[in-house]
């Protein structure tokens, strides 16, 4: 039979209002729905059962729900920035200009050729890409990965930048409950009454869940509950918020949909909620079930529940001849809901023996044939419902008759929606009388104290019929796994389980026979329950299939693991907050500013940004290093080094802490003076450097590197806190206390000088590797007279907040000296010249100071420190570890860095053997030549010999090896 | 279109101490050099000018007019003579903000992991905003942040982003 | 997500507020260790299944290193307690055996204290 209009009924339509028409594009077609549709009930008003192609044989599928378990109805939403692939029709409500289009079919959704897929069925049985794509191996790279990977995922993911805005926010609640029907808000009222605070979340944007649709009166009892709990304190009421997930600890997460297709708002378009719940009542309902017969997966067959609600809620009729099929009392509301709408319902078809309960009965009196013992033999039609063959249900499918019908309204029982149960360790029970898992009180998830922290309400519960006094009394449902009961197999390769991924009762048969007998693996087999709906309604049928075929009890199958996110979360939501500028928090120094009106290319250094060089018109980065480098060693420059970690160290026993803390003795060095240490952790390996101030009898000033500020604070307090508890020592982070400039060249003594202060700067008041304090450009300052340059150098700390006037006033002192703001790539080189070690080039967490011959910077003395047991291990002390040395190209060309030295032979797996790699290396503008610093098996012995540096393109550099120390080897200059 | 749920506020103009020492032993002489009551743990003590919070069960952290800083590190250095304590001025360290509204309640609920409707006055809560470290308490009309001085255009900004006008968390 | 109270300023904190730690109790191995002594602290690990010490940092917070009693396999936390004990403290070992009646310590506590 024909699809025939109106398809609009003239009355009912609780939710929507039609006196506001909205328009919306369908696969580009120009249509209308009603305020209060969703794109399904719109679509099906239109007259479009066909909404889109299932995933693996492009078969035709309109919508099989009403609401978040939709398999079929996945459209893609918007355009551009705001495209979205695979939403739910059926819950996505229908806002004015939707755009809409239906997926995975070319080139329409009326002729799609890759539904010659369907053809093909019978060679694509589950595990098909398993068996096929497995000889001869080299195919797989060229051949079969590449056509996978085209026909692979549902949906197009959009391409440009995600416009909207999201955000998360944090909610706590002693009581949370989930689900806005009956069964929810009656628990809501029982949790407000024994006290505390009590948020409840509905998934909808209309509370009641199914009560409104399913029993008279149902909507005036639900008014009744909401108006009772918003009269209440303490109790909040959301919707449009779907609990996605629930974690350990009671921690919930849910999506609320705050503008969801409407970003002409400019508000959030979903927040995330980051619930912490005393404790979660689960009231999150049931599903139905479909029924296995052939073909019904045919557009036209929906769940009974689904064509109710389109009647009842939108005033949709989604077929003029509606035949139900059942095993439960409840489908029969469907049959008298459309027989009330005008619609006719040639037959119920009940697989029961007997149907005398209050609603068969109420059908019968309606004048609707109830045939039972009766099953669907087959659908007919291909894109749409052209009739069902009926049978015995008991038989094997021998046709008895044939209805004519447009719609087959199924239903084959209800299932608890166990998720959020099930996400943190609850466990189920197979109810065999009624046919379902549930929830087993006795195993429930634990919160933090051990205790259940989840209970569940109403239908979730198993208890189908909780909307109290508006029951009636329904016989029971009869377990229907396979329509009729001895399908041949024919019938069965042709009875869907799920719909989205194309999984059919013989596809799980086949697995079973194929050993698979854990129902996990047979989900991963045959994709059952993998699409993005996770099976909620192919699951339960999929496993009772599952165990009839392992001839076993459906609890001893058993089910897969329910994971979070119960429907799919836009990842954007996880993300809220963090993108573009606010992605990470960018730390900025106090000269930060100065640095961007100069020019500065930035290099990311942790979370701060510090300038890399200062490129002047016309230059690129290398030419301005290079400039930088010169202009240091031939004048001053000013390098911004407040980014390095300052931390200080008081007590009375804070130059033993130190002791242990640094490879060299640190409770030594004189008020005043300066000292060099080495970090290591307790594995012996290095893990920062920087130079140590003593700044009173009890007081230590630790630099560490820009990266090891907070780390080597967290290490300190660790040590202090866990270990050493009864030491007296204090540390506080100061890092950001103070700007630090280092200025630094032949002329820094000049530039400093002409800066009013009370400081000494002379080289016999202020030797290299000592400190001062007093006044500089007005400002207080401590100087530090250290180099990492090589050059004569001083560092100055001031207050963070005359950080840039001291710079400032440094740039204006030096102008006619040709004063250069240096960037850290100019000081790497500089520092590489003079051999000096970067943690993290030299270091990279298996280095001990050892390999770096800083065997000077370690104490002999001390009984103790941190890393010392390590470093006498047999594998750090035999003498063949790679060591440091510098490493001089043969040629012109700067050798990278990361490059490999190979010695003679090859390994276990082909490869030439190594003896040494490049953990430095740069052009040396002072020396005019490359320079590199490396780590070469027995390298300090071996001067002057030449490695091999194979290069990728198949070429060979050499390099000879040298001492590290390329200039200024004595020291002449940091010392003037 | 609506107003933002709360105005974002840099404040300037204040010193800030932190303070090391056996609060058993030394609170009493603290006390007395910073003017204030030492505050529980996760209190803070204030006469309106000067605040003093508890920031760990041997730190504190004394928050007063920039004027009032030197003399401050001075009476409290004196205070800790002779007794093994640590007195540093980190205000330059600091970023400090006032969120003041009737949503600055939601606007701390989106950025930290903590129940911001329900702090109650003079709690001080240690905590991140978002991907940054940050101390709360409660103000006149809404919330003072206190977060570091490198990350005080992210702090303005995730604050600024959070108070969007429409974006209230009362449900809808 | 783990949920801890901080004993030191007692907040009950996210995990995203805390900083992890590892197993809590290792006895530092000086430069007198054996080998098998120092491998044993640096890398041998109980893996429990059950009852299990560990250290967090309330990092976020008051910056404190704490030790939390808890059941890797249910998450039940038994208990959080200071940092300065070489072993859990008696009410700490209490909770656990209230919750757990089969599990025993393996270290000694001394008469009339965990330590």
């Known amino acids: ?976 | 279109m609506a107003e933002a749920l709360a105005t974002i506020t840099r404040v300037a103009g204040l010193g800030m101490i932190t303070l090391r020492a056996d609060l058993d032993r030394a609170g009493d002489a603290l006390a007395e050099a910073a003017g204030l009551a030492i505050p529980d743990t996760t209190g803070a003590t204030t006469d309106g000018s000067r605040t003093l919070a508890w920031m760990s069960p041997d730190e504190l952290l004394l928050i007063l007019p920039q004027a009032e800083l030197a003399q401050a590190l001075d009476d409290l250095t004196q205070a800790l003579m002779g007794e093994h304590g640590l007195v540093a001025d980190v205000s330059d360290a600091r970023a400090v903000f006032d969120v003041i509204g009737a949503g600055a309640a939601d606007v701390v609920a989106k950025l930290a992991p903590v129940d911001a409707a329900a702090m109650p006055q003079g709690h001080l809560r240690r905590t991140r905003m978002a991907q940054t470290a940050a101390a709360i308490w409660r103000v006149d009309g809404g919330f003072r942040v206190i977060g570091f001085r490198s990350t005080a255009d992210y702090l303005a900004l995730i604050l600024t982003n959070a108070a969007i006008p429409g974006s209230g968390l009362a449900p809808r | 997500m783990l949920i801890l109270t901080c004993p030191y300023c007692g907040v009950n904190a996210e995990e995203t507020e805390l900083h992890p730690g590892g197993e809590a109790h290792l006895a530092r191995i000086g430069p007198n260790g054996t080998d098998d002594e120092f491998e044993a602290y640096l890398f041998a690990r109980k893996n429990a299944k059950g009852v299990h010490f560990e250290r967090w940092r309330h990092a976020y917070g008051c910056g404190k290193w704490f030790l939390a009693a808890r059941c890797t396999a249910t998450l039940q936390v038994f208990g959080t307690y200071r940092a300065q004990t070489p072993h859990p403290p008696a009410d700490i070992v209490e909770a656990i055996r209230k919750a757990r009646p089969d599990w025993t310590p393996d270290w000694t506590p001394a008469e009339g204290t965990a330590e």
């Open chain 1, 1 to 976: 039979m024909t699809h025939t209009p109106p398809f609009r009924l003239p009355a009912g339509g609780r939710r929507i209002d039609r006196a506001w028409q909205v328009p919306f594009r369908f696969d580009g077609r120009h249509l209308r729905g009603l305020t209060g549709d969703t794109i399904a009930s719109a679509l099906l008003a239109n007259g479009q059962m066909l909404m889109g192609r299932s995933f693996k044989y492009h078969r035709p599928r309109g919508p099989m729900a009403s609401g978040s378990e939709e398999p079929n109805a996945l459209l893609g939403l918007g355009q551009g920035g705001r495209f979205e692939p695979n939403q739910r029709a059926t819950t996505t409500p229908l806002t004015h200009g939707m755009i809409t289009r239906s997926q995975n079919c070319w080139p329409s959704l009326e002729a799609d050729i890759g539904a010659i897929n369907n053809w093909l069925s019978p060679v694509f049985p589950a595990g098909f890409y398993y068996k096929t794509f497995i000889h001869p191996r080299p195919f797989w790279k060229h051949v079969f990965e590449p056509i996978i990977r085209r026909s692979a995922g549902l949906g197009r993911a959009p391409t440009d930048p995600d416009p909207d805005r999201y955000e998360q926010a944090y909610a706590f609640a002693d009581t949370v409950v989930v689900g806005g029907g009956i069964a929810g808000l009656t628990a809501a009222r029982e949790a407000a009454d024994a006290g505390g605070t009590v948020l409840v979340l509905e998934q909808d944007g209309h509370w009641g869940g199914r009560t409104p649709t399913d029993h008279d009166g149902g909507q005036a009892a639900i008014d009744a509950a909401l108006a009772d709990l918003r009269g209440r304190k303490g109790v909040t009421l959301r919707r449009n918020t779907m609990a996605t997930g629930l974690y350990d600890h009671g921690y919930l997460i849910a999506r609320e949909s705050l503008a969801d297709h409407d970003p002409n708002q400019g508000i959030p378009r979903q927040r995330l909620w980051r619930i912490r719940a005393g404790r979660v009542i689960a009231a999150t309902g049931a599903l139905e079930r479909p029924l296995s017969f052939a073909c019904n997966d045919v557009p036209g067959v929906m769940l009974a529940s689904a064509v109710r609600d389109f009647i009842a809620d939108f005033g949709v009729a989604p077929g003029r001849r509606i035949v139900v099929v059942t095993n439960n009392d409840d489908a029969y509301r469907t049959a008298l809901t459309a027989h009330a709408a005008g619609l006719e319902v040639p037959a119920i078809i009940d697989a029961r023996p007997l149907a005398d309960g209050a609603l068969p009965q109420a059908a019968r009196d309606a004048g609707i044939t109830v045939l039972t013992g009766t099953a669907i033999a087959k659908v007919k039609g291909a894109k749409h419902v052209e009739g069902v063959v009926l049978c015995s249900h008991q038989g094997d499918g021998r046709p008895t008759q044939t209805i004519d019908c447009d719609v087959v309204a199924m239903s084959g029982g209800w299932s608890p929606v166990v998720h959020l149960y099930s996400h943190c360790g609850g466990k189920l029970i197979w109810d065999e009388g009624q046919s379902m898992f549930r929830p087993d009180p006795d195993r429930p998830p634990l919160g933090a104290d051990g205790q259940g922290n989840v209970t569940v309400a109403g239908a979730a519960n198993g208890d189908l019929r909780c909307a109290g006094d508006l029951e009636h009394p329904e016989a029971p449902t009869m377990p229907v796994w396979v329509m009729p009961a001895r399908a041949p197999y024919t019938l069965r390769a042709k009875m869907w389980l799920d719909f989205q991924n194309d999984v059919k009762v013989t596809d799980v048969e086949l697995a079973a026979q194929e050993g698979y007998a854990s129902v996990e693996h047979t989900k991963r087999y045959t994709t059952l329950g993998m699409a993005t709906d996770q099976g909620k309604l192919s699951n339960i049928n999929g496993l009772a299939v599952l165990s009839n075929a392992l001839n076993q009890p459906i609890q001893a199958t058993g089910t897969t693991t329910f994971r979070p996110p119960y429907t799919p979360l836009t990842l954007a939501t996880i993300a809220a907050e963090a993108k573009d500028d606010a992605f990470q928090p960018l730390r900025k120094t106090p000269i930060h500013a100065w640095h961007e009106t100069h020019g500065a290319s930035w290099e990311p250094v942790g979370h701060w940004r510090r300038p890399y060089a200062y490129p002047r018109a016309g230059e690129d980065r290398h030419t301005a290093v290079h400039r930088e480098i010169l202009a240091v060693r031939a004048g001053v420059g000013t390098l911004d080094a407040s980014t390095l970690g300052k931390i200080i160290v008081k007590g009375p026993d804070a130059g033993r802490f130190l002791d242990m803390l640094y490879t060299n003795m640190m409770s030594t060095l004189p008020v005043g003076k300066c000292r060099y240490g080495l970090m290591c952790n307790e594995n012996g390996f290095l893990m920062d450097d920087g130079v140590v101030a003593r700044l009173s009898d009890d007081t230590w000033l630790c630099h560490t590197t820009t990266g090891g500020a907070d780390r080597i604070h967290g290490h300190m307090e660790d040590w202090l806190q866990c270990e050493w508890w009864d030491w007296k020592v204090y540390t506080a982070n100061l890092t950001e206390q103070f700007a630090q400039i280092a200025v630094a060249g032949p002329k820094a003594r000049d530039v400093l000088e002409r800066l009013s202060g009370t400081i000494d700067l002379s080289a016999e008041a202020l030797p290299f590797m000592q400190w001062a304090e007093g006044e500089l450009a007005g400002i207080p300052a401590r100087v530090f007279r250290i180099s990492f340059s090589g050059e004569l150098s001083y560092e100055i700390a001031v207050p963070a907040n005359r950080g840039l006037e001291l710079w400032e006033a440094l740039h204006l002192a030096g102008a006619d000296l040709g004063i250069t703001p240096y960037g850290t790539e100019a000081m790497h080189v500089m520092r590489a010249e003079k051999g000096f070690i970067m943690i993290g080039d030299e270091t990279d967490g298996t280095i001990i100071p050892q390999d770096l011959g800083l065997d000077w910077a370690i104490s002999k003395k001390k009984a103790d420190y941190i890393g010392k047991r390590a470093q006498r291990r047999s594998h750090m002390t035999d003498g063949t570890r790679w060591k440091l040395v510098g490493l001089e190209s043969l040629s012109d060309k700067v050798i990278p860095d990361g490059a490999y030295a190979v010695a003679e032979g090859v390994n276990g797996n082909g490869q030439r053997k190594t003896q040494g790699r490049v953990t430095s290396s740069y052009h040396s503008p002072t020396l005019g030549k490359p320079i590199a610093m490396g780590l070469v098996r027995h390298g300090p012995s071996r001067m002057g010999q030449v490695l091999d540096f194979p290069m990728p393109d198949g070429t060979v550099m050499q390099a000879r090896i040298v001492d590290p120390v390329f200039y200024d080897k004595e020291g002449s200059r940091q010392n003037g």
